[in-house]
């Protein structure tokens, strides 16, 4: 393993994307044609993979992978000294959300054998094929419809799934991941411009991603006219066709269930005490005391991806508009991905 040609080829796998996403379509080469053309055979395939969408994920990967971040990020780490063979069963909610797997098993010297989402098919070859023609051919890794052999594993699955991932991996180290959501816990005093941050982690990926925000706590005399004023922004987000059935269908149902709730003709928000919401739909619940809140999240701890608040609360959260910016070393169920990897 050349990790030094791996890191460069991240580098600059990251200067090729920003270029590309730079351009206008007047502007492209051919290269540059393929990769459009492969994002839009992507949205066609899966039509929550919109253009914009892909490009945000590209834009973080982009930002993301600088020299300063991945050796910062590595150096935490033991680059093991045999390489073996890791089965990766990728997720597809939103765009490249299993590309941090593939990354990580790669840096810490072994392979990646790759069973991609049916829902997420081209992104990940495409970057991975420029990973390895910038790294001078210094990254292995494999496509399987079936892992067959392989000496640990990582999988992505929903609550049901994992049931059945986690007896079906019991005889090899694995990591198995289940369904997680995101919270937002307001002070009361936010400004518009922070609320507006807000609807970013709520409404980015559509809502389908961990880290977008399902639920909110906020005090007893917040008014909830604030929030709803602050995600006008994102009120184009009923002209897409799956986004709409599914407000349509949830709308439908608590109007036949006589269900209280709040309307803005593109989200709905109600009181609810659980942490997951249906898409197009907000869970809200008030608070008394800051003790409140702290009891809830460590009630849904295992649940919760991603808290975000205003630093002063002191709930280990992120700023708003920050949900969808993890870093390197942020993990997805906060199982450190690296640290598996020494020990296999």
Known sequence: MNIENQVLGLINLSDYIKEFLAKDIAEYNENDSDFELLLRKSEMENPWFTIDNQKFALKQWSDLLTEENIKDWIKQYSISKITKRVGLILAGNIPLVGLHDVISVVLSNHIPVIKLSSKDRYMVPFLLKKWKEFSSDN?????????????????????????????????????????RTSVAILKGDETVEELKLLANDIFQYFGLGCRNVTRILIPQDFVL??????????????????????????????????????????????????????????NFSRYSSLDEVKSFIAENEEDIQCIVAKEELGLDSVCFGEAQNPGLDTYADNVDTMKFLELI
């Open 225 to 282: 006219d604030r929030l709803f004023e602050s995600f006008v922004g994102y009120q184009d987000i009923i002209n897409h066709n799956k986004y709409a059935n599914n407000y349509e269908y949830n709308r439908a149902v608590y109007l036949l269930n006589l269900d209280k709730f709040w309307d803005n003709n593109f989200v709905m928000m109600k009181e609810d005490d659980k942490l997951f919401s249906s898409l197009s739909v907000i």
């Open 139 to 179: 990254v292995e890794y494999e496509f399987v419809e079936r892992l067959e052999s392989y000496d640990a594993v990582i999988a992505t699955g929903s609550n049901n799934t994992a049931r059945y991932l986690e007896y079906y991996f019991k005889n090899h180290l694995n990591i198995i991941r289940k369904n």
